[in-house]
């Protein structure tokens, strides 16, 4: 079965800690944690149990995470189970 789109604060966690691209993984306040690229970008991703994010908030993680060569992985593998 393929991999599906990350939704969910988890989701985005758990393809951070499986990507290279990632430098450091911290906790940030309350429910939230901060996520460290190798080219110094960060996000604060929040994390509420297995919460689908908002709109918008999934769009700014989504677009960083692209930025930093993470989702670029993520998608290839996707591809590579299609065709």
Same mark, same amino acid.
């Given at each position: 079965?393929?991999?599906?789109?990350?939704?969910?604060?988890?989701?985005?966690?758990?393809?951070?800690?499986?990507?290279?691209?990632? =430098?450091?993984?911290?906790? /940030?306040?309350?429910?939230?944690?901060?996520?460290? &690229? $190798?080219?110094?970008?960060? @996000?604060?991703?929040?994390?509420?149990?297995? =919460?689908?994010?908002?709109? /918008?908030?999934?769009?700014?993680?989504?677009?960083? &995470? $692209?930025?930093?060569?993470? @989702?670029?992985?993520?998608?290839?593998?996707?591809?590579?189970?299609?065709?």
């Amino acid at each position: 079965m393929a991999k599906k789109e990350p939704k969910s604060g988890k989701d985005f966690l758990r393809l951070a800690r499986n990507s290279d691209e990632v =430098k450091e993984i911290r906790e /940030g306040k309350g429910s939230h944690v901060v996520v460290k &690229f $190798k080219n110094n970008t960060s @996000i604060s991703v929040p994390v509420h149990g297995n =919460k689908q994010l908002k709109k /918008g908030i999934h769009r700014k993680i989504l677009k960083i &995470f $692209k930025a930093a060569g993470v @989702i670029g992985l993520f998608l290839l593998l996707i591809m590579k189970v299609f065709f």
